[in-house]
C-alpha cells in the first residue's frame, strides 16, 4: 500500500517557496516557524531530494523544488476552490420534494420554472415516487400527496381536488346491473393506473369500506390506456373527466355516477411543522399552493 500524502508538509513546501521564508509562510499558515521546518525537513527526507537552499535574504528554490512547485501551487489552489464551492453549495438554500412521478411529469415539473425566476437562491430537488415517504425519518422537506389529508404530526396544506370520474362501456352497467351508489362499483372488474391507489381513496371518500377488490384487478400506465380498456368493456376506470370528455360525447363510455366531488379526496402538500420554519419551505408550499389555486381557477 502506497505511503498517504504527506499534505501538510506538501502545504509547507508550497508557502515557503511562494512567501520565500519559514515566518512568513507560519504566519500564513497560522503555525510557530519551528513547525514549518520540520513539516519541510521531513519532506525533503521522504523524497531524498534538498527542496531549499538557505541565504542571507531567506529560503530559495532549488533545482528540483522550483521544478515542481509551480504544480504544486496550482494544485493547492484547486483544492481551495473546491473548498469554497463546497462552502457556496452548503450555504444556498435548498429543499426536497417527493411525488408521484405522473403527478411531477404532467404538474410539477413545467412549472417549476416560475418557481426558479421567484427564488433563484434556492435549489429545489425533486424525487419522483410512488413510495409514500416518512417525513419524520427521511431527508425529504415536501411531500405532494394525494390522499385523504390525515396525516398526523405533519402540517397539510390543501393544494386541489382532482376531478376523476368513473366510466365504462354503456352495456356494461345497463339494466338491472346499474351503478346507484359509489359502493356498487365494487362489484365490477376495477381498471387502475400504476399506482393502484385511486379507486381504494375514491371509495374511501365516499363512506365506502374498501375490501381487497379495490386494489384488484388490471393496470395500466396511462390514462389513456385506461381509457380505451374501458371503451373494451374490461371493467370500470377512474379517470380525469376532461380525458373522457369525447368518449362520453360520442356515447363510447358513459359516466356511472354523478355525485358531488368529496373535496377530501385531493393533493395535499405536506411538511414537518418545523420545516415550515424554514424560509425556502416556506416560499415553496405558499408557491405550490398559489399554483394549484391558480390551476383549478376557471
Known sequence: ????????????FVEVGQRGSLRAAADGMHVTPGAVSQQIRLLEERVGVALF????QGLRLTEAGARVHPGLLQAFAQIESCMQALERIR????????????FAAAWLVPRLGRFNALHPGIE?????????????????????RHGLGEYPGLEVRPLMAPVLV???????????????????CLGYPLLHDSERADWP????????????????GM????????????EAGQGLALVPREYAAEEIAAGRLVQVLDRPWPARFAYYAVTRPESMQR????????????????????
Open 1 to 12: 500500500m502506497a505511503a498517504p500524502i504527506p499534505l501538510l508538509a506538501l502545504r509547507a
Open 53 to 56: 537552499t538557505r541565504e542571507r
Open 91 to 102: 450555504a444556498r438554500p435548498t429543499l426536497t420534494v417527493s411525488t408521484m412521478a405522473s
Open 124 to 144: 429545489v430537488r425533486v424525487e419522483a415516487s410512488a413510495a409514500v415517504v416518512d417525513l419524520q425519518r427521511s431527508h425529504v422537506d415536501v411531500a405532494l
Open 166 to 184: 368513473p366510466v365504462a362501456r354503456p352495456g356494461l352497467v345497463s339494466g338491472p346491473r346499474r351503478i346507484r351508489k359509489p359502493a356498487d
Open 201 to 216: 381513496l375514491w371509495l374511501a371518500a365516499h363512506g365506502v369500506a374498501v375490501d381487497d377488490r379495490a386494489g384488484a
Open 219 to 230: 393496470a395500466y400506465g396511462d390514462d389513456f390506456l385506461l381509457i380505451r380498456a374501458a
Open 279 to 298: 424560509p425556502e419551505v416556506r416560499a415553496f408550499v405558499d408557491w405550490v399552493t398559489q399554483e394549484a389555486q391558480a390551476s383549478c381557477a376557471p
